[in-house]
């Protein structure tokens, strides 16, 4: 078990670990792990894997034998993803949105969870419930730095990790917000670098995104 309370405190850390959290669609398990060892060695230790593709699960659990990276699961929608997720090695886990049963089985397994909001009132309600912690998605469609800087004028309990459309260009302008503690981007693992298993070239994108102040 875990209290939303220190859900977010345990999301707090992974997020303060860097200012970028790639977010990895990964198709081949067998690029998992070489992938997550450039990505860590370029500065970059958290790293969300998304349950879109049929081998996620795999990924999850070679990328969790990378010493020195914190795995978690992307795209939780059900109680049997977070499940699966735990049992996979995920040690967090980042979901679009929020129910109340997500949110029940994430408590129930122990796993700390980055729950996503893009209004007011989804934030207010996870705020409620005791997430200050909240990933902001999907940023640039929700109006991108602007719309995070409004909602959180009169929310200065919340920190936010924005997802959705970041990239290299705009980061900053999330990163220098106030209420925002990273960022996550797929940016970092190019789909044409993962396959072609350039993995100096993802450190270096790695190393880049390490950089970026915040």
Do not use: H
Not at 12 to 17: A, G, P, Q
């Amino acid at each position: 078990m875990i209290t939303p309370a220190d859900a977010s405190l345990a999301a707090e850390k992974i997020c303060r670990l860097a200012p970028i959290i790639p977010v990895l669609v990964v198709e081949d398990p067998a690029k998992a792990g070489p992938l997550a060892a450039a990505l860590v060695k370029g500065g970059l230790p958290a790293l969300e894997v998304t349950l879109r593709t049929p081998g996620a699960l795999e990924v999850i659990a070679e990328m969790a034998k990378i010493e020195g990276g914190a795995v978690g699961a992307g795209t939780l929608l059900t109680p049997e993803d977070v499940r699966k997720a735990v049992d996979a090695g995920a040690t967090f886990g980042v979901s679009p949105g929020a129910t109340d049963r997500l949110l029940d089985a994430c408590e129930e397994a122990g796993l700390p969870l980055l729950p996503g909001a893009a209004t007011a009132s989804e934030a207010m309600a996870l705020l409620e419930r005791g997430y200050t912690v909240q990933k902001f998605f999907p940023a640039e469609a929700s109006g991108g730095a602007p719309a995070l800087k409004a909602i959180g004028a009169p929310l200065p309990q919340i920190r936010f990790c924005p997802t959705g459309g970041v990239s290299l260009k705009n980061a900053g302008d999330y990163l220098g917000l106030s209420n925002v503690l990273c960022a996550g981007g797929s940016w970092v693992a190019p789909k044409d670098k993962v396959a072609a298993g350039d993995w100096d070239a993802i450190e270096a994108l790695a190393a880049e995104a390490a950089a970026l102040p915040r």
